[in-house]
């Protein structure tokens, strides 16, 4: 029961998977069949059958797909035996990207069934790239003008590679605007009786202007010296034309010299800036500085200025506060004094609380607080300075570049007279001797600062030493710590009296504080009262010409959105003239070549009338009637002679399968023969080795 449910479980299993199977095969079947009847059509004229083709080797067919490629984009065309598999799978690939196909299997199982040329790969492709080969040799067309390049970045700050990164772009942008023109003349058809009328309107046109031309030419020629006039007027006319051309040659030139001067200019000015830049100072000091440099900028925008800001905020919600606040009281003030007190007496509980615990951890923690503190207090106050300096030296940079433009107003030639450069150069002598005294000290300073943090690293190993000998003492004598219990006691005692001396001055401080409060307040408070009562009336002002704002700002929107409106209709009726004249100048171009062609076309035919009725034979050979007539007569003889030998192969067609079919029978027998002869040979070598096996030989 067991085994047949187990059968029962996979029999429809098995029935899905052959349905699934067939129809794949199916889906293969058709596709094979439309692949081959298109490779068997026009341009490839391939002779395949759905065997012979399905029976195609693996580069064969990948050589297939390729010169269906190559009718599609004619670069692609590449004998693939030349080509390296990789090299031959990253440009189909390439190929593919480009024509936008989408392949159903993974990228990975795709480019590996494409190297080595599988079925299940290759037909989807085929049939794909053969059903829609039109669009997508238009689309290669176009890939081959519009495929942006990926300047990098740092490639674009060159100049010469951004405007020419800008150009192509533009280039690329006119050439999809010409494209779109010329499918519009492609789509654009003209009906041929318009054609007809604008032909004959033209003729007309040309037989008045010969006409009107011989009469000019009767006229001119009763007057004297009239060859040399016109000889005269086309010179002139050519002059004209050189000098136009000239004037357009000068006007070119002068773009293009003043736009070199312009390149010049800012290549002489980025030159002095690094020039200025890099005097006295070598690339790893630049370096340096511009990682000062960075450290200092991070340091104000990260740490300094939104502690600054976040301060600024704080006081103007505390003055905005006050501002809102109404008029305070003497028992307001003293509800306030009140509080300072409580909050001050708790914090010298809580002070007092922890003196009491004494924990040596807090007390070394509290030291490097301390220090932290210090370095952020420095820290700052260097950021403040810097933040002073940069602010001078700008002030500075401006009256220094406002003196530079008046002095060159002003002023030609040296600012600075013979004895001010004497003067400058005393000194700067003195100043470098001075620098070099300077720089001495200062190595003296150093050398000592290292003998005596080298003397610090000793004593302080030294006294590891000796502490470490005290405590293996006193835990010898049964009095471990007591050394180090000892030196804590005295800390806490000092700092429990600088604590205490501290409090007397924080008491005293806060009282003088809290008095100067009260004064400060009362002083803001006078100050304060007449600038409250104008800003009640400005405060009403400000409301009123905020409405006032609100509705002409309603107003300009609505006028601005109607001659919006009215400016996309006007260009919307321009665009649509501006193609309306090109098509028309199209048009004009159009009728213009077919006009030229049958000017053309009409001196042919008055020349093959003129050799016809010319009564010189060799004038009359070269007529296009008497050639094409005894072309017609050759063929028709070379037509004549293929009849007849046509029939002869007809009539021996026959025969001569026949004697082919007896020839291939002869060729079988003489096979056959060859087998049998080569089979009793065998035999008989065979029947030889046994024969020697068998026998007996008798030894001495």
């Not at 990948?62 to 990789?86: A, H």
């Not at 040309?206 to 006409?211: D, N, S, T």
């Not at 000592?448 to 405590?471: A, D, F, P, W």
């Not at 409405?547 to 649509?576: C, F, H, M, P, W």
Request: charged fraction near 35%; aromatic fraction near 6%; include cysteine.
């Amino acid at each position: 029961l067991h085994d047949n449910r187990r059968g029962f479980g996979i029999f429809p299993f098995r029935i899905f998977h052959n349905i699934r199977q067939h129809s794949s095969d199916l889906r293969m079947s058709e596709q094979l069949k439309y692949i081959v009847e298109e490779l068997n059509k026009e341009p490839f004229k391939k002779s395949y059958n759905l065997i012979t083709f399905d029976s195609l080797q693996q580069l064969q067919l990948l050589q297939v797909l390729n010169d269906v490629f190559s009718e599609v984009d004619t670069k692609q065309k590449i004998d693939i035996r030349e080509e390296v598999p990789e090299n031959m799978a990253v440009r189909m690939i390439n190929f593919l990207r480009v024509l936008k196909y989408k392949p159903t299997t993974d990228a990975s199982v795709f480019r590996q069934g494409l190297v080595s040329g599988e079925k299940h790969v290759i037909y989807p492709i085929l049939q794909w790239v053969l059903q829609k080969s039109p669009e997508l040799k238009k689309r290669a067309y176009l890939a081959r003008f519009l495929m942006k390049i990926d300047v990098p970045k740092e490639f674009l700050q060159d100049e010469q590679v951004s405007e020419t990164s800008d150009q192509y772009e533009e280039l690329v942008e006119q050439f999809k605007e010409f494209h779109k023109d010329a499918e519009k003349l492609r789509n654009s058809t003209f009906s041929t009786s318009d054609i007809r009328k604008d032909i004959a309107h033209m003729d007309e046109e040309k037989e008045q202007l010969v006409k009107r031309i011989e009469r000019l030419k009767k006229k001119a020629e009763s007057v004297t010296g009239s060859e040399r006039m016109l000889e005269v007027a086309r010179n002139l006319r050519r002059e004209k034309e050189r000098e136009g051309k000239v004037a357009q040659q000068k006007l070119e030139q002068k773009s293009q010299l003043l736009y070199a001067e312009q390149r010049l200019n800012r290549s002489q000015q980025q030159v002095k800036d690094l020039k200025q830049s890099t005097v006295g100072s070598s690339a790893e000091g630049l370096i340096k500085r511009l990682e000062e440099e960075y450290k200092v900028n991070t340091y104000l925008c990260q740490d300094k200025l939104p502690k600054e800001i976040d301060q600024k905020k704080k006081s103007m919600q505390d003055l905005q506060r006050v501002v809102n606040e109404p008029a305070m009281s003497h028992h307001d003030l003293k509800e306030l004094q009140a509080q300072i007190q409580t909050l001050n007496t708790e914090v010298n509980s809580l002070i007092e609380k922890k003196m009491v615990r004494g924990n040596p951890i807090d007390g070394k923690v509290s030291l490097f607080k301390q220090q932290a503190s210090i370095i952020a207090h420095k820290k700052e106050a260097t950021a403040e300075q810097v933040r002073d300096v940069r602010e001078e030296m700008a002030a500075i940079e401006q009256e220094f570049n406002q003196k530079k433009d008046l002095c060159k107003e002003t002023m030609v030639g040296e600012t600075l007279s013979g004895d001010e450069f004497k003067r400058y150069i005393n000194k700067l002598r003195t100043k470098n001797a001075t620098y070099k005294k300077k720089r001495h000290e200062l190595s003296e300073v150093r050398a000592e600062y290292g003998v005596l943090s080298r003397t610090e690293e000793i004593l302080k190993h030294r006294m590891e030493s000796v502490q470490h000998y005290l405590s293996e003492i006193e835990s010898r004598k049964g009095i471990a710590g007591f050394h180090s219990t000892q030196e804590e006691l005295e800390k806490v005692s000092a700092l429990k009296s600088e604590i205490d001396e501290k409090k007397g001055k924080t008491l005293n401080d806060m009282s003088e504080m809290v008095n100067l409060l009260y004064s400060k307040i009362a002083e803001h408070k006078q100050l304060l009262a007449p600038l409250i009562k104008e800003l009640r009336p400005l405060r009403q002002n400000v409301q009123e010409m905020s409405q006032d704002y609100e509705n002409k700002k309603l107003t300009y929107e609505t006028t601005l959105a109607g001659l919006e409106t009215n400016r996309s209709k006007l260009e919307q009726d321009v665009k649509i003239l501006r193609e309306e004249c090109a098509s028309e100048e199209g048009r004009y171009h159009y009728i213009n070549c077919m006009k030229k062609i049958i000017d053309a076309r009409d001196e042919s035919v008055k020349n093959e009338m003129k050799a016809y009725v010319s009564s010189d034979p060799q004038e009359k050979k070269k007529a296009l009637r008497d050639v094409y007539t005894k072309k017609i007569q050759e063929q028709e003889n070379l037509g004549k002679a293929l009849r007849e030998k046509q029939k002869t192969v007809r009539e021996s067609h026959n025969i001569e399968l026949k004697q082919m079919k007896m020839w291939g029978d002869l060729e079988l027998l003489m096979k056959c023969k060859i087998d049998c002869f080569e089979r009793d040979r065998q035999q008989a070598a065979m029947f030889n080795e046994n024969e020697e096996e068998d026998r007996l030989v008798i030894g001495n």
